[in-house]
């Protein structure tokens, strides 16, 4: 029984395209995140959700819109897809933010 | 602005030969420092969190250190299933559940 559980694990489209990837996490946790990580490997936070309210919000571009529709879900669409925004887009939950925290598998999107 | 470095990038070492992996910090306020392990293609695997400094934490070959300002993670006589990149981050006290990741050092055990 996966913890954290992203799909699709992979996704390639054109730029220009909308898509969204989906997160669900079965370890009743109450805070979810979205780390991107680019080809040099740093993993940067981009979101985070506790009890479905947004509460971290880095600088991402507007073109990135999360939505959580429940304290096990945490889905991330991204409007306009541009070659820069090739990656691997891993989702996280923890307890309170500090305790347990699970990362998914991740979701390698690419561009073209 | 808050930094964390991981020393050395890459590391190569022979089954059964000890090493330690640093991982230095400035950060405004620390909570507690993570560390992971990646193996290609998965997403971090977590081992061990320290709250304090002067906390140890052990699994297996690794242990994991925590001082004010860095932390280690060695590795004891390590197996080539040890190979992966290890991954520090410290928690922010400043912002909820924000992981500061660094960018990690590859480990290569060879037999």
């Known amino acids: 029984d996966t913890a954290v559980s992203q799909t699709p694990k992979y996704l390639v489209t054109q730029m220009g395209n909308d898509k969204s990837i989906k997160c669900e996490q079965n370890l009743g946790h109450d805070t979810m995140y979205w780390y991107k990580q680019d080809s040099k490997k740093f993993l940067k936070i981009m979101f985070s959700?506790?009890?479905?309210?947004?509460?971290i919000n880095e600088t991402v571009p507007n073109r990135f819109s999360p939505k959580s529709p429940d304290k096990a879900h945490l889905n991330l669409h991204i409007n306009s897809l541009e070659l820069g925004d090739s990656a691997v887009y891993f989702c996280?939950?923890?307890?309170?933010?500090?305790?347990?925290?699970?990362f998914g598998s991740g979701t390698r999107l690419t561009v073209v | 602005e808050d930094q964390v470095t991981q020393s050395p990038e890459a590391l190569r070492l022979q089954e059964g030969e000890s090493s330690s992996l640093n991982c230095s910090y400035t950060?405004?306020?620390?909570?507690?420092l993570f560390w992971y392990r990646q193996d290609p293609g998965k997403g971090p695997e977590f081992l061990f969190t320290l709250y304090s400094a002067g906390e140890e934490k052990e699994k297996e070959r690794l242990k994991a250190t925590l001082t004010k300002k860095e932390s280690f993670l060695h590795i004891t006589a390590p197996k080539p299933e040890d190979s992966a990149t290890y991954l520090c981050?410290?928690?922010?006290?400043?912002?909820?559940?924000?992981?500061?990741f660094g960018a990690g050092t590859q480990v290569v055990v060879t037999p």
């Open positions: 959700y506790n009890n479905k309210e947004l509460i």
């Open positions: 996280a939950s923890s307890q309170g933010g500090v305790y347990g925290y699970t």
């Open positions: 950060v405004s306020g620390l909570r507690g």
């Open positions: 981050a410290p928690l922010l006290t400043d912002s909820w559940g924000k992981l500061q």
